[in-house]
């Protein structure tokens, strides 16, 4: 599901260093917070590019430099984007040939609120912008709402996925979280409605919060409270996704070999339903890291990319 946080930040001196100085040039919240994005992305090896799938614009992040080797995409999850994954994909761009992809309504890709946002809907998407692409077989890796759409399309495509790996994986739900007992009740912590949400938020979905200068947080509320609208026709459509027996029966179709890895503190989905993917996926394997929340690939992105990294390693020397 979420994280509509950006970007973890770092180091932290360097870049309170660079706030103060845009700060005391004169520039804008939202000119100091383009210049630290295009900084984390810069320092990741990533450059910034759009394109045109089915009419619709898809934004995504690629290496400035290729690498001979294999291609590896990045789904984020609900209410989020790809700058999600700037930390992790540091680690990795020396290494694969990194696509981090604005899922539509998501981030700087089209925002269509009469556009279909199931998880089967996003797979075909998710399809299509690798065609466009020309990325044939991948190393996908997913987050969230972009974890369950990792599986349904390993199990959907499977002669398109050589590993998958699935971060605190939406789709199943069998063992409940406090964000169900949230949204039952009336408040939906992932959906940023009114000044001051977005740092309750950040509490919500993370153990380990990043260090983020203050211009950062008021510019990323700014921009949540923005997509209010598509966030909740996103919501409406794949809230109950968790529960649908067919997810979970389709899940025993995926070939690739599968990583898990699941933080303990999750409170957006319940860390023990790993089990269930575990169970159901015939060649998965899972780990469960201790002091981390929803997004392990900002709380902990070191440890997240090695994690991978030894995993892709491991498949090929089998």
Wanted: aromatic fraction near 8%; charge should be negative; hydrophobic fraction near 45%.
């Amino acid at each position: 599901m979420p994280l509509s946080l950006s970007v973890a930040l770092r180091p932290a001196v360097v870049f309170t260093l660079m706030v103060c100085t845009l700060l005391l040039a004169g520039c804008s919240r939202e000119a100091v917070y383009d210049a630290m994005i295009a900084h984390e992305r810069k320092a990741a090896g990533l450059l910034d590019a759009s394109m045109e799938v089915d009419q619709h614009t898809v934004a995504y992040l690629h290496n400035q430099y290729p690498v001979d080797g294999p291609d590896m995409v990045l789904l984020h999850g609900f209410a989020a984007n790809k700058e999600n994954w700037l930390g992790m994909a540091g680690e990795l761009t020396d290494h694969y040939n990194v696509y981090a992809i604005d899922l539509p309504g998501h981030g700087a890709s089209d925002k269509d609120l009469n556009r279909d946002y199931t998880i089967g809907a996003q797979t075909g998407y998710v399809k299509a912008i690798l065609d466009a692409l020309e990325l044939d077989r991948v190393h996908m890796v997913g987050n969230s709402m972009g974890g369950a759409i990792t599986a349904q399309f390993a199990a959907t495509y499977p002669d398109r996925v050589l590993t998958a790996t699935l971060l605190d994986p939406a789709g199943v739900m069998v063992y409940d979280s406090e964000l169900v007992e949230r949204v039952e009740a009336g408040d939906n912590p992932l959906i940023v409605e009114r000044p001051g949400d977005f740092e309750k938020l950040v509490d919500f979905a993370m153990e380990r919060k990043p260090f983020v200068p203050w211009p950062i947080y008021s510019v990323m509320e700014d921009h949540a409270l923005a997509n209010r609208a598509i966030n909740h026709r996103i919501f409406s459509q794949i809230e109950n996704s968790g529960y649908d027996p067919a997810f979970r029966e389709r899940l025993a179709s995926i070939r690739a070999p599968v990583l898990i890895i699941w933080g303990r503190e999750d409170r957006v989905i319940d860390y023990r339903n790993a089990d269930i993917f575990e169970t159901r996926i015939p060649h998965a394997r899972k780990v469960i890291l201790d002091d981390v929340g929803h997004v392990p690939m900002i709380e902990v992105p070191e440890r997240t990319a090695a994690l991978v990294q030894g995993f892709i390693q491991d498949q090929a020397g089998n």
